[in-house]
């Protein structure tokens, strides 16, 4: 069965580094999301993609955020520079069309030291 | 702003009990998902409702969606172990189609003992 993969599983950077979470996503998928869940809290929406273009994202989604879609396969999301705060799951999803659901990757735990 | 409140937070139950969890969302939505979450793990899929009175059941689990009264419900049948995990209600950010941006509910971690 097709599925979303995700890498790392787990990433432990500095402070202040920059982190590239990489994505493949269900390989028919046209949109391409990003979430994250910071540890025992719910899960909250960061970015939709479409087209190569940002469709849609959340007020976590701010300049130290970047996504990308270098290739036809991958799809990533960049933090800049890492804050404290940025410790958390990333999950990325991808769905045929946003009437479609989404399947979840298994997720990056990120860590920010 | 769309608000997704799910109750109870935390839920002990004992195998074969019966039990039901409640997604309250705050305003119109085109779709409403549930989600379930082992430790560690992704989100995988259960059910999606897509209009008012829909019900699925999948084994021991039915869900239900209540546009007017903009609630959902997961009711557990009989409850065995191995639906121990944490289940999240999901509901579509934009009330004029779907986006797939997902405003999840706190989620409800289920705990069923032998």
């Known amino acids: 069965e097709p599925e979303v993969t995700q890498t790392p599983s787990h990433q432990v950077t500095q402070m202040g580094q920059e982190v590239i979470l990489r994505c493949v996503p269900i390989s028919n998928h046209l949109y391409f999301y990003w979430y994250r869940q910071i540890l025992g809290q719910k899960v909250e929406f960061l970015v939709s993609?479409?087209?190569?273009?940002?469709?849609?994202k959340s007020e976590i989604f701010d300049d130290q955020f970047s996504v990308e879609r270098p290739d036809g396969s991958n799809f990533t999301l960049k933090i800049r520079s890492t804050k404290l705060e940025d410790s958390a799951m990333y999950f990325c999803a991808s769905s045929w069309d946003t009437s479609r659901q989404a399947f979840f990757g298994q997720g990056t735990r990120l860590t920010v030291v | 702003e769309l608000k997704v409140e799910q109750n109870p937070l935390f839920l002990s139950m004992q195998e074969g009990k019966n039990y039901t969890i409640y997604c309250n969302y705050s305003t119109t939505s085109d779709r409403l998902y549930w989600y379930r979450q082992d430790p560690g793990k992704s989100l995988e899929s259960l059910f999606v409702l897509l209009s008012n009175g829909a019900v699925k059941q999948e084994g021991r689990l039915m869900a239900s969606l209540d546009t007017k009264a903009r609630l959902s419900t997961l009711h557990i049948t009989a409850a065995v172990h191995d639906l121990s995990a944490t289940y999240f209600c999901a509901v579509d950010g934009n009330a004029g189609g779907a986006t797939n941006k997902l405003i999840f509910g706190t989620g409800t971690l289920l705990a069923v003992q032998p």
């Open positions: 993609f479409y087209n190569n273009e940002i469709s849609e």
